[in-house]
């Protein structure tokens, strides 16, 4: 199993608690939005270091963090009448 970072819950839950971007960033240590910007958005991915914080802050449980990926050996494609 492969497990990535619950971006959509990340971000809707920012939004919920009402924090910005910038407060973010200055939250997990980091110098503007734009680099938090781009975890949030899948472009860079959080730091090990990083995930901890935005747990407390957001009030996420771990469990909820990562979720199971699909590799592309379990995509499903249905197959087209022939």
């Known amino acids: 199993m492969k497990y990535e970072i619950n971006l959509d819950l990340i971000k809707k839950k920012r939004k919920y ?4 971007m910038q407060q973010m960033a200055d939250f997990i240590g980091l110098h503007d939005k734009s680099s938090y910007y ?4 899948g472009d860079l991915n959080f730091q090990v270091g990083e995930i901890p914080i935005i747990e407390k802050v957001l009030k996420i449980p771990s469990k909820k963090i990562f979720v199971e990926s699909l590799t592309k050996s379990q995509h499903f494609t249905p197959k087209v009448g022939t």
């Open 17 to 20: 608690e009402g924090f910005t």
């Open 38 to 41: 781009k975890r949030e958005n």
